[in-house]
T-cell receptor, first 112, second 110 residues
Framework: NAGVTQTPKFRVLKTGQSMTLLCAQDMNHEYMYWYRQDPGMGLRLIHY???????AKGEVPDGYNVSRLKKQNFLLGLESAAPSQTSVYFC???????????FGDGTRLSIL | RKEVEQDPGPFNVPEGATVAFNCTYSNSASQSFFWYRQDCRKEPKLLMS???SGNEDGRFTAQLNRASQYISLLIRDSKLSDSATYLCVVNKFGYSTLTFGKGTMLLVSP
C-alpha cells in the first residue's frame, strides 16, 4: 500500500549540477503535482500534469522541467542547480480536478 | 487579498481545550475546500473535506461560510497528538490545481 513514493529522500548537490527527482504513484491517479516548501512560504506549485504525456506550469516553474511519460510516474528535473533551489520537494497525486491530493513523504534537497 | 489566508499562530492550548481556526479565501467562485494537517518535517495529510452544509469527523468540525468567504476548523477535546500545522486548501478557480494556505500552528500542552 505504497501510495506516492518519492526518490531520493535526501540529496546534496553542488551549484550547476543536474538531477532528477522521481515520483511514483500506485493509485491510478490521473493528476500529479510537484511542490516546493520553504520556511515562511508554504507549499508552492512548480509543475503539474493532468494525464500521461501532459505537463503544465505552476506558480514557480523557472529552473525546473518535468515529464510524465507513464501515468504512474512524474519526474522533476533540475538542469543546473542553484542555491535558491534548496528546499523540501513534495510530489502529490489526485484522481481528478480539485480533488484531495495525496502526498509523498518529500525529498530534502540542499544545493551548495 | 491573498488567495488563501491563515493566522500563522501558534495557538497554545491545554489538553482538553476547544480551539478554532479560520481561513479566508479570495475567489468567490471556489468550489472545493479542504483542511490538511502537517507534522514537523512530514508531508501534508488530508484531515477532512469541507462541505457546504458543514461536516464533522469525530472531534473535528469544518464549516464553510460562502457569504464571508471563509472556512473554519473546530477541534474539541484537544489531544497532545493534535499538535501540528493545519493547512487550509482551496481550489484555484479556472485551473486544475489547489492553493494551500501557509498554515496555522497548534501546540497542545499537558
Amino acid at each position: 500500500n505504497a501510495g506516492v513514493t518519492q526518490t531520493p529522500k535526501f540529496r546534496v548537490l553542488k551549484t550547476g549540477q543536474s538531477m532528477t527527482l522521481l515520483c511514483a504513484q500506485d493509485m491510478n491517479h490521473e493528476y500529479m503535482y510537484w511542490y516546493r516548501q520553504d520556511p515562511g512560504m508554504g507549499l508552492r506549485l512548480i509543475h503539474y500534469s493532468v494525464g500521461e504525456g501532459t505537463t503544465a506550469k505552476g506558480e514557480v516553474p523557472d529552473g525546473y522541467n518535468v515529464s510524465r511519460l507513464k501515468k504512474q510516474n512524474f519526474l522533476l528535473g533540475l538542469e543546473s542547480a542553484a542555491p535558491s533551489q534548496t528546499s523540501v520537494y513534495f510530489c502529490a497525486s489526485s484522481w481528478g480536478e480539485n480533488q484531495p491530493q495525496h502526498f509523498g513523504d518529500g525529498t530534502r534537497l540542499s544545493i551548495l | 487579498r491573498k488567495e488563501v489566508e491563515q493566522d500563522p499562530g501558534p495557538f497554545n492550548v491545554p489538553e482538553g481545550a476547544t480551539v478554532a481556526f479560520n481561513c479566508t479565501y479570495s475567489n468567490s467562485a471556489s468550489q472545493s475546500f479542504f483542511w490538511y494537517r502537517q507534522d514537523c518535517r512530514k508531508e501534508p495529510k488530508l484531515l477532512m473535506s469541507v462541505y457546504s452544509s458543514g461536516n464533522e469527523d469525530g472531534r473535528f468540525t469544518a464549516q464553510l461560510n460562502r457569504a464571508s468567504q471563509y472556512i473554519s476548523l473546530l477541534i474539541r477535546d484537544s489531544k497532545l497528538s493534535d499538535s501540528a500545522t493545519y493547512l487550509c486548501v482551496v481550489n484555484k478557480f479556472g485551473y486544475s490545481t489547489l492553493t494551500f494556505g501557509k498554515g496555522t500552528m497548534l501546540l497542545v500542552s499537558p
